[in-house]
């Protein structure tokens, strides 16, 4: 069954250091990709990075970077250099070939603190 | 170029009413979904629509029905309300599968439903 775990409800990291934050997911179809929305306090799902199951390096979008360990079916986000605006909910997302559906995690709620 | 767009922003219904929220996708794209998020939760996928009609739906009761209109723009219909159905309810648009990088699906800022 496909399913996204998000194991951390709450982080904490001080300003401009860096931050992890977890996901693992469950799918028997080879080709899926996989996404990471933030999520600010006003409701709008923000779009921040993608990896699809066959590419071959991990995605970078400027301080956002992926981890993807696809054996393991992990695929956390590392957010660099972190900053008081990226204090928000972060949700990690799959969606499997052939669908157009995307699952979601439970999200994670990070708080930058200076 | 205009992002996803969603009215009303609010909206506060009686258990056994009826209520219709509306989305405009981004620009250039053809494709709307709609999710629930209920409140600490993630987003539920209720349905998406397609050149105007429902190409995949979630496990929503036939309560939640939908419309979309052929400049792309959807509706999402709730009949007869429940307190379960408060909300946030959140609209995506894409391009048609494999029209467009696998990566294209962004979110409107919500409409929240309240149901007293």
């Known amino acids: 069954a496909q399913k996204i775990t998000q194991t951390q409800p709450g982080m904490f990291v001080q300003e401009k250091e860096a931050v992890t934050l977890d996901c693992t997911y469950d799918?028997?179809?080879?080709?899926?990709?996989l996404f990471w929305y933030k999520q600010p306090s006003s409701g709008e799902m923000i779009f921040l990075i993608y990896?699809?199951?066959?590419?071959?390096q991990n995605a970078t979008e400027g301080r956002y970077s992926l981890n993807f360990q696809k054996a393991r079916k992990s695929a956390n986000l590392v957010i660099s250099a972190s900053q008081l605006g990226d204090s928000a909910m972060y949700f990690c997302a799959m969606r499997e070939r052939n669908t157009d559906k995307l699952i979601f995690g439970t999200g994670t709620r990070l708080q930058v603190f200076p | 170029d205009a992002g996803v767009t969603q009215s009303p922003t609010h909206l506060i219904k009686t258990r056994g009413q009826q209520v219709t929220l509306r989305c405009s996708p981004k620009?250039?794209?053809?494709?709307v979904s709609w999710y629930q998020q209920a409140l600490g939760q993630g987003p539920q996928f209720i349905f998406q629509y397609y050149e105007e009609e429902e190409r995949q739906r979630g496990n929503f009761p036939d309560r939640f029905s939908g419309h979309q209109f052929p400049n792309y723009s959807s509706e999402l219909n709730v009949n007869a309300l429940l307190l379960g159905d408060s909300a946030l309810y959140l609209c995506?648009?894409?391009?048609?599968?494999?029209?467009?990088?696998?990566?294209?699906?962004?979110f409107g800022p919500g409409t929240r439903l309240t149901v007293t």
């Open positions: 799918t028997s179809d080879p080709s899926y990709g």
């Open positions: 995506a648009s894409s391009l048609a599968r494999g029209q467009g990088a696998d990566y294209e699906q962004y």
């Open positions: 620009s250039g794209h053809d494709t």
């Open positions: 990896q699809g199951s066959y590419d071959q």
